[in-house]
């Protein structure tokens, strides 16, 4: 007797899949399903979703906790040389309902800093782990190389590449003013929806210290493979490198 094998909800490809029964016009929906990633076109029983999109809603769900809950592969920033170090957050309950320690480090690990990584430098490229390990995981081995070729291309200097666990955006402020970086850049993850668990921002900013409002911060988010692809996102991040390093600024005062 042959086992029943149940397939995997959460691979099934959603895009490729309209669930509404008998729709009038299959290739429309189809179309509209190909062009956005939000969940169209599922049908409904009653007033309610059908069962096999009601569990595939809750898959998506129970991805996107695991995302938040989990922990980066420090296999990976081992590997590319990142300095790690951690902020005031002790864990990750800790960091989840205490932003505020999210931003701040301890002074020994900001003396660590000063004392361990180059300072001085025109660019200063930091990762955290934010609201998605896994977009770390899966984006950092493909964009971080990009963005150092393009940067040692460009002849600017780059400084010691830092991890920070339990990471705030507002982390990159202080690692600059420790550094005295010129461009300091931290990519991050992103706070995972239903669409996907692996998206990743850069947020960078032209001489960015706990002085200057957020709005000094030029970004670019939604990096993943669905999204914008890790190398492309590298390669734009070198660009908008080179115009902050020339306009010697960043965010609203920027004219893209």
């Not at 599922?42 to 995302?67: E, F, K, Q």
């Not at 922990?71 to 170090?85: P, R």
């Not at 990584?117 to 609201?131: R, S």
Request: aromatic share 6%.
């Amino acid at each position: 007797m042959k086992e029943a094998i149940l397939e995997d909800i959460s691979t099934i490809d959603l895009s490729k899949k309209v669930s509404v029964k008998d729709p009038i016009d299959y290739n429309g929906c189809m179309m509209l399903k190909k062009s956005t990633p939000a969940r169209i076109c599922i049908g409904r029983s009653g007033t309610r979703y059908r069962t096999n999109d009601y569990l595939r809603l809750r898959a998506d769900h129970a991805v996107a906790i695991d995302a938040v809950w989990s922990y980066v592969d420090e296999s990976i920033v081992d590997d590319l040389s990142f300095f790690k170090v951690q902020t005031l957050a002790q864990d990750k309950e800790e960091y989840i309902t205490r932003p505020d320690l999210g931003r701040k480090f301890s002074k020994e690990v900001i003396d660590d800093i000063k004392e361990k990584c180059i300072g001085n430098i025109d660019v200063q490229i930091i990762a955290g782990d934010g609201l998605s390990s896994p977009a770390i995981t899966s984006n950092l081995k493909d964009i971080y190389p990009m963005i150092v070729e393009g940067v040692k291309a460009k002849g600017y200097t780059i400084g010691t590449p830092i991890f920070v666990k339990y990471a705030r955006v507002a982390t990159m402020d202080k690692i600059s003013e420790a550094l005295n970086a010129k461009v300091t850049l931290i990519l991050i993850g992103e706070r995972p929806g239903l669409a996907t668990s692996e998206s990743m921002s850069c947020y960078m900013a032209y001489e960015a210290s706990t002085k200057k409002p957020e709005s000094q911060r030029t970004v670019i988010s939604n990096i993943h493979k669905n999204g914008m692809p890790p190398v492309e996102a590298g390669a734009q991040i070198v660009q908008l490198i080179e115009i902050l390093m020339k306009e010697k600024k960043s965010g609203i005062d920027l004219r893209l």
